[in-house]
């Protein structure tokens, strides 16, 4: 496993989460990470993304502010703080990490975790 994401679950709406992506091979190595999401039915979409040292983050206009994106390197551990969780938000989350240009697409990552679940009741 090069990349493991954690910390999904049921939450009612308007409740948090906060997930954990770590990296066990050094996958991350100087490159920007983002989170995916995949819901049932649906394709995958861009979450939010962040650069290597964090300076730079960016977000799907659906986050609203309600997501927000930071890393810790020395830790090797990228997170994504989720708020006023909607019944919408519910998908199985992916990071992965960054070798390509354009930072919202999927043919731009790489290396993806194995997901973990967010279910958001109503």
């Known amino acids: 496993v090069q990349l493991q994401a954690s910390g999904g679950g049921l939450v009612q709406a308007g409740g948090s989460l906060r997930l954990s992506c770590a990296d066990f091979?050094?996958?991350?190595?100087?490159?920007?990470v983002a989170w995916f999401r995949q819901a049932p039915g649906k394709e995958r979409e861009f979450v939010a993304a962040?650069?290597?040292?964090?300076?730079?983050?960016y977000y799907a206009d659906f986050v609203k502010g309600r997501y927000t994106i930071s890393r810790d390197n020395a830790k090797s551990t990228v997170y994504l703080q989720m708020n006023s969780l909607e019944p919408e938000d519910t998908a199985l989350y992916y990071c992965a990490v960054h070798t390509a240009s354009d930072y919202y697409v999927t043919s731009s990552y790489r290396y993806w975790g194995q997901g973990t679940l967010v279910t958001v009741s109503s």
């Open positions: 091979k050094r996958t991350f190595s100087n490159n920007a």
């Open positions: 962040i650069s290597w040292r964090g300076g730079n983050t």
